[in-house]
C-alpha cells in the first residue's frame, strides 16, 4: 500500500516509471562514454559541430526544402488545365522518381559531383568517371517508367468510364 | 504509418549492427597492432569466423552491411519525416521525463545520421570533415544502437496500441478514396487539422520500398562480383578496367603508399622470422612449393572480389623457421605509414592451408597495385589484412 502510494508520487514529480528513468541513465552513461571515447580523438568541439549540425540540416533545412518542393509540385499540377484524366492524381506520378532520383543524388553526392576524385585515385588507380552520366541515365528512366504508368492508368481510367 | 516503419527498422538495424560488429571482430582486435580505435574499453570479441567456413564468408556479411545500410536510408528518412510534427510541439517539455526523452531523441536523430554519413562518405573513398572515421562510426555505433534498444522499448506500447486499435495492415491496404488520416487526439502524431490525403498509406510505402529496391539495383553487385559487377552502375567499385589477369580493383596503389619501383626490384628480399630466420628472394620463393587458390578479397568498404592466386602456403614458410604452431603472424609491409603498413594474423587465419604469401595472380605476375613482389592472401579476413609488398613476416609467441 506504501509502495503503491510512492510510485505513484515519483510518477507525479518525474511523469513516468522509474524503469524509464534507469533506462534513460544507463543509456546517457554508454552514450557519454562512446562520446568521451571518439571525442579524445576527434575533439569535443568538433563532435558537437557534426551531431548536432546533422540534425539542424536534417530537420530545419533539409526536410523543410523537400515539403517546399512538394508543395511547389502540387500547386503547379493544380494550375494545369484538368484533363479527362483528372481522377488519376498525377502527383505521385512526379513523386515516385523524383524521389529515387534525389535519394540517388545524396547517397552516390560524392562520385556524381567528383568531390571525391581525389580520394578516389588514391584508393583504386582511377578517376571518378561516369557516375553524373549513369546517374542522368536512371533518373530518366525513372521518370520515362512512372510516366508510362500514369499514361495506362489514365487509359484504363477512359475505358471504365465508358463502359 | 510511423509504428509501421519502426517495425521495418527494427530488423534492418539488427542486422546492419550486428554485422557491423562482426566486422570489428573480423580484424582480430586483439592482436598486436589491429586494433582500428584507440586502445581503452572495449566490448569482448564475440565472434570470430571460423576458418571452415568460405574465404567470401567476410565479403557477405560486409556486403550485407554496406548494401542494407543503404537500402535502409529511404526508410530512416521516411520514418523521420513521419515524427516531425513532434518536433514543433508546444510546450516542448512538462517534466523531467519528457526532458530526458528529447534528449534521448536528440542523440537518436544525431547518432542515425553521423552513422549513415560517415559510412556512405567512407564507402565512396570521400573524407571532408577532417575526422577518424574508425572511431567516430564505431562509438558512434554504440551510441546509436543504445538509444535505439530504448527508443524501440519505450514506444513498444504505443505500436501495439495502434495495431490493436487500427490493425496492423488494414490502413496500408486501403487506396487513396479510403485512405483516412488517424483521428485527432487518438495519438500524438495524430494531425489536429488535416488536409485531404494526396498519397495512400500504401503508396507511400511502395515509394520508399521502391527506393531500396533501386538502392539494391545500382549497389550490389560490386559485392556479389563477377558478371554482376557492371549492373552496380552507382556502386563505388562497379566497374572493370579491362579484362587483364590484374585488372580487378584495388583498395590502395602502389602510388598512394609510395611504393618504388626501386624498392621491389632484384634486391627485395623478405625476411621470415621464427625460430631462425631466412631472408628470401623472389626466386627462392618461386622455387619453393607453389600452391594454387581461388579466394575472395574484400574491402570493409562492401566491394570484393574473387581470384586465383599463386605462390608459397604461410605454412610451408612457417615451417621453414620453426615457427611455433600458436604463433601470431605479423606482415609488415615496404609501406610505412598507416593501417596498411602491417597486420597480425592469428594462428587458425596463417594455418589455415589455403593461407598464402601470393606472387602471382591469374596466371600472371602480380602488378604492382596488387602487391608485387608478394603479397599476404588469407580466406575471410578484412581485405586490408592481405598486406601488400610484404618485407617482413615475422611469427610471433601468443
Known amino acids: ?163 | 504509418m510511423t509504428s509501421f516503419l519502426g517495425v521495418l527498422l527494427v530488423p534492418a538495424i539488427t542486422v546492419i549492427a550486428l554485422t557491423g560488429f562482426i566486422s570489428h571482430w573480423a580484424y582480430h582486435p586483439e592482436l598486436a597492432g589491429n586494433a582500428t580505435i584507440a586502445p581503452g574499453f572495449d566490448i569482448p570479441v564475440l565472434f570470430q569466423f571460423p576458418q571452415s567456413w568460405p574465404s567470401w564468408d567476410y565479403a557477405a556479411t560486409q556486403g550485407t552491411h554496406i548494401t542494407l545500410g543503404l537500402m535502409t536510408v529511404p526508410l530512416v528518412l521516411a520514418k523521420l519525416w513521419s515524427v516531425i510534427p513532434k518536433l514543433f510541439k508546444w510546450p516542448t517539455v512538462r517534466n523531467l521525463a519528457g526532458m530526458l526523452e528529447r534528449l534521448s531523441l536528440l542523440l537518436l536523430v544525431g547518432s542515425v545520421l553521423v552513422e549513415f554519413l560517415t559510412g556512405i562518405f567512407a564507402i565512396e573513398d570521400y573524407s571532408p570533415l577532417g575526422v577518424n572515421f574508425y572511431p567516430v562510426h564505431y562509438y558512434g555505433a554504440w551510441v546509436f544502437g543504445t538509444v535505439f534498444v530504448l527508443h524501440a522499448c519505450l514506444k513498444f506500447p504505443v505500436v501495439r496500441r495502434a495495431y490493436r486499435e487500427r490493425g496492423a495492415l488494414k490502413p496500408l491496404r486501403a487506396g487513396l478514396r479510403e485512405t483516412q488520416p488517424e483521428p485527432p487526439g487518438s495519438s500524438e502524431l495524430a494531425p489536429v487539422n488535416p488536409a485531404d490525403p494526396t498519397i495512400s498509406r500504401r503508396g507511400l510505402l511502395a515509394m520508399v520500398g521502391g527506393a531500396s529496391l533501386t538502392i539494391f539495383a545500382v549497389q550490389a553487385g560490386q559485392s556479389i562480383g563477377g558478371p554482376f559487377r557492371r549492373l552496380a552502375p552507382m556502386a563505388p567499385r562497379g566497374r572493370e578496367f579491362g579484362t587483364g589477369p590484374n585488372d580487378f580493383q584495388v583498395n590502395h596503389t602502389a602510388a598512394s603508399a609510395q611504393i618504388t619501383p626501386a624498392m621491389t626490384g632484384a634486391r627485395w628480399r623478405v625476411t621470415v622470422v621464427g625460430a631462425t630466420s631466412v631472408a628470401l628472394s623472389r626466386q627462392r620463393l618461386l622455387a619453393m612449393a607453389q600452391a594454387t587458390e581461388t579466394l575472395t578479397i574484400s574491402c570493409t568498404e562492401g566491394w570484393s572480389t574473387t581470384q586465383r592466386w599463386t605462390g608459397v602456403r604461410l605454412v610451408d614458410l612457417a615451417r621453414l623457421v620453426g615457427a611455433s604452431p600458436g604463433a601470431i603472424l605479423r606482415a609488415v609491409s615496404l609501406e610505412t605509414v598507416g593501417v596498411n603498413s602491417q597486420a597480425s594474423l592469428a594462428a587458425e587465419q596463417w594455418s589455415d592451408q589455403r593461407a598464402l604469401l601470393a606472387l602471382r595472380v591469374n596466371g600472371a605476375e602480380l602488378s604492382p597495385d596488387h602487391g608485387y613482389p608478394a603479397r599476404v592472401i588469407v580466406p575471410g579476413a578484412p581485405g586490408l589484412h592481405n598486406t601488400k609488398w610484404v618485407r617482413e613476416l615475422r611469427f610471433e609467441a601468443a
Open chain 1, 1 to 163: 500500500m506504501r509502495r503503491a502510494w510512492g510510485l505513484g508520487r515519483f510518477r507525479r514529480r518525474y511523469g513516468a516509471s522509474p524503469l524509464h528513468l534507469a533506462g534513460h541513465l544507463v543509456v546517457f552513461a554508454i552514450a557519454a562514454f562512446a562520446i568521451d571515447r571518439i571525442a579524445s580523438g576527434a575533439g569535443l568541439a568538433k563532435l558537437i559541430v557534426l551531431y548536432a549540425g546533422l540534425v539542424i540540416a536534417h530537420d530545419l533545412i533539409f526536410l523543410p526544402a523537400y515539403s517546399g518542393l512538394d508543395r511547389a509540385a502540387r500547386a503547379a499540377l493544380a494550375r494545369l488545365p484538368a484533363p479527362q484524366s483528372a481522377r488519376v492524381p498525377v502527383i505521385n506520378h512526379v513523386r515516385a522518381p523524383a524521389l529515387i532520383s534525389g535519394l540517388l543524388l545524396i547517397i552516390y553526392a560524392p562520385l556524381i559531383s567528383g568531390k571525391a576524385d581525389a580520394g578516389y585515385l588514391q584508393a583504386s588507380g582511377h578517376h571518378l568517371e561516369g557516375y553524373l552520366r549513369n546517374w542522368l541515365m536512371i533518373s530518366v528512366v525513372l521518370f520515362l517508367g512512372s510516366g508510362l504508368i500514369y499514361a495506362v492508368r489514365v487509359r484504363r481510367a477512359v475505358v471504365n468510364a465508358r463502359v
